[in-house]
């Protein structure tokens, strides 16, 4: 049943993002002929949040894998010296 319900999500779930995206490009088009442009700015605004997300994400933990492996090399190397 976990299959069947994963192999019927993955083949709907582009239909559905198809059918948002044309309900979106035609509600901004619509509103931006109108002289509107306050939904068209939101809506850039939330494209460049979506953006730009997982870019953060990867580079947080870049930088955390960075100190951790830092640190620890540190740790290590005073430690072979100590003595």
Do not use: H
């Not at 044309?22 to 509103?31: D, E, F, G, L, V």
């Amino acid at each position: 049943m976990k299959k069947f319900l994963i192999l019927t999500s993955t083949f709907l779930l582009p239909l559905i993002n198809w059918a948002q995206c044309a309900m979106c490009r035609t509600q901004i088009k619509n509103n931006v002929s109108a002289g509107e442009t306050s939904t068209a700015e939101g809506l850039n605004n939330g494209i460049m949040f979506l953006f730009f997300t997982p870019y953060v994400v990867v580079f947080v933990i870049i930088y955390l894998w960075y100190r951790n492996s830092k640190a620890t090399k540190s740790v290590s190397f005073n430690e072979r010296f100590k003595g």
